[in-house]
């Protein structure tokens, strides 16, 4: 019997150096990370290929000169890319034929791929010019939480729309999340008419983030899924609500705008860089009273997704990161 308690014993303290180490590490990186994204060292740059020259980095503190910036990370996409970019650079022609008021800009971020993203890339910077369609190469790879936040701190936009490289979700839904944001902005400064909003206000100046949602497609996902994806969502959501809170269905739809001043607040203090970015900025736009509208959106799942259940250590990973670094406020917000 003392053989066995001391077996007991070793396997308590066992566990309880694991669990310390473990609380360790967590602290370790949230301090690590405490000055915003010191921890990142990939400088965000602009290349023309058709004159080789270097364009100047725009920085979201600078007034908007474009009317939308669509923020594209790609990680391997040499496939999917083509594609997608495709669907969306004729959408965003058409529109702008038919509304010389329309601008835009595409700024793809190669997050280190490994294939021919990079190539792909360019060859549409060369066909649309580099005044729409913008590279950045981060050199090595980082994680989609960190190609958007490069992207978005160099973006032209009034608004600016993250949305996945695959094409899972059709381009011309961000006329749901824009014409929504339009609307929020109109009742926060209880304006009537259209024109009436536009002689009062810049719409990059109201901070609204609209997220597209999946919500509404969960039943027919479950039947459909690879049972640990759906182990994973359900997980997720039930993590998710711990530690940012209610109100959001679906924090992982890669559709999302946001107004120029709400991408200036949230995306110079979020930390994360890969899976769980989405629900660090749910928490910010809660903590900066962000106005959050959620939109049900098309999406079909593309072959291919990035997703699997090795995702699944990395986000708790994430998560535990967030919940120490804001509680014990080792991460300060700045507005």
Known sequence: MGFLWTVAELLAALILIVLSGLLSAIVFEAYRRRHNHAHVEAPAMFEDPNSLKQVPCPNILDPAEKYISLIVPAFNEEHRLPGALEETMNYLQQREAKDKSFSYEVIIIDDGSADGTKRVAFDFVRKHVVDNVRVVLLGRNHGKGEAIRKGMLHSRGELLLMLDADGATKV???????TRIHEVARQQFHLGDKSTSESSFRISDVPIAAFGSRAHLEEKALASRKWYRNFLMKG??????????????????????????????????????????????????????IPIVEISVNWCEIPGSKVNPLSIP?????????SVGYRTGIWKIYN
């Open 172 to 178: 011309n839904d961000l006329e749901k999340l824009e």
């Open 236 to 289: 997720f959501h039930l993590v998710v609500l711990l530690t940012a809170g209610p109100g959001i269905r679906d924090t992982q739809c890669g559709f999302k705008m946001f107004t120029r001043s709400a991408a200036r607040k949230l995306f110079t203090n979020i930390r994360l860089k890969r899976w769980c970015f989405d629900v660090e900025l749910v928490f910010l736009c809660k903590w900066f009273g």
């Open 314 to 322: 990395n986000m708790l990973w994430e998560l535990a990161l967030m």
